[in-house]
């Protein structure tokens, strides 16, 4: 793993270990899950989680299927 994306999994890392422990209850049970893309490069996606991919996947399905998620 390059030096640059292992800085980068450490700033995320922080900022969704902050989240995880100012957001949610500790007994919530929540996985979080980063997702950073480019759309014009698919070689440039940037994925982290301790979650089951699958898991990440069908809830991608179902969010788009909402009405708006977009934040």
Aim: glycine fraction near 2%; charge should be neutral; aromatic fraction near 4%.
């Amino acid at each position: 793993m390059s030096p640059k994306m292992e800085g980068a999994m450490r700033i995320v890392s922080k900022h969704l270990d902050a989240i995880q422990r100012e957001v949610f209850k500790p007994d919530a049970g929540m996985k979080l899950t980063f997702i950073a893309r480019a759309p014009n490069n698919p070689e440039a996606d940037f994925l982290m989680s301790k979650d089951d991919l699958s898991e990440v996947a069908e809830l991608l399905i179902r969010s788009s299927r909402r009405e708006d998620v977009r934040a």
